[in-house]
Nanobody
Framework: QVQLVESGGGLVQAGGSLRLSCAAS????????MGWFRQAPGKEREFVAR????????YYAEPVKGRFTISRDNAKNTVYLQMNSLKPEDTAVYYC?????????????????WGQGTQVTVSS
């Protein structure tokens, strides 16, 4: 089992920045690729970004490329999502997730463990 706890969400104006954190506990954090997803009201959960187990490979959804940066610190068992130039359409609950496989996937079903989510609201 891996327990994931997100933090860092909040209310920000358009153009602002937030940094989300996801603290992991349980099994060895460095054995997992990590992802960030988001879910807006009335919409399906969607992929945002992913980072490989050693941090060497990252992937981003098109809407966030160039604005968001995923990173991890395996010594601190934490994955981060730096979000810059935020837009109202970024408003959602953001979830981190852990994947035992290091093969890239943007599918929700591919991830084995999930956090409870943190709300991000971007005002116009």
């Amino acid at each position: 089992q891996v327990q994931l706890v997100e933090s860092g969400g909040g209310l920000v104006q358009a153009g602002g920045s937030l940094r989300l954190s996801c603290a992991a506990s349980g099994r060895t954090f460095s054995n997992y690729a990590m992802g960030w997803f988001r879910q807006a009201p009335g919409k399906e959960r969607e992929f945002v970004a992913r980072i490989s187990w050693n941090g060497g490979i990252t992937y981003y959804a098109e809407p966030v490329k160039g604005r968001f940066t995923i990173s991890r610190d395996n010594a601190k068992n934490t994955v981060y999502l730096q979000m810059n130039s935020l837009k109202p359409e970024d408003t959602a609950v953001y979830y981190c997730a852990a994947d035992r496989s290091d093969y890239y996937s943007a599918r929700v079903a591919a991830y084995d463990y999930w956090g409870q989510g943190t709300q991000v609201t971007v005002s116009s």
